[in-house]
């Protein structure tokens, strides 16, 4: 479950693009399986947890792993996770300079990194500033 469940998605959409899925597949039939059952059978899986998570609202920390399973899933083919109303709940969590962020910001990152600049002169806090 979590992201446990979408890691295995995401290796194997490694495997397929890498060409090392042959293995995978040889494996699954040993064990009376395909490979492509497998991956359908666990972005299923992937597919359910993400629609409890939406009907039971998600908290801010979970953000980032909705967003992992619409990828994972999406990038080997199950559209089923384009739904208009997570991709739009996705793009609202977005920051106007392009970035995700969630209980461990972003901006941090940048105050701390910018911080530098100024005290060194090479980037006054007003255009800091114009990036948030």
Not at 34 to 63: D, P
Not at 109 to 117: A, M, P, Q
Request: net charge neutral; glycine share 8%.
């Amino acid at each position: 479950t979590g992201y446990g469940l979408t890691h295995q998605v995401l290796y194997f959409l490694v495997a397929m693009r890498t060409g090392c899925d042959k293995h995978l597949k040889e494996l699954a039939r040993k064990n009376g399986d395909n490979f492509h059952s497998i991956v359908e059978k666990t972005c299923w899986r992937v597919y359910k947890e993400a629609e409890s998570a939406w009907m039971y609202g998600l908290l801010e920390e979970e953000q980032d792993l909705f967003m992992e399973r619409i990828f994972v899933c999406s990038s080997v083919g199950y559209s089923e996770f384009f739904r208009l109303n997570w991709l739009t709940s996705v793009l609202s969590w977005q920051y106007p300079y392009g970035c995700y962020g969630g209980v461990w910001r972003w901006e941090n990152v940048f105050t701390e990194y910018f911080r530098g600049f100024v005290r060194r002169g090479n980037i006054s806090r007003e255009e800091i500033d114009r990036v948030y």
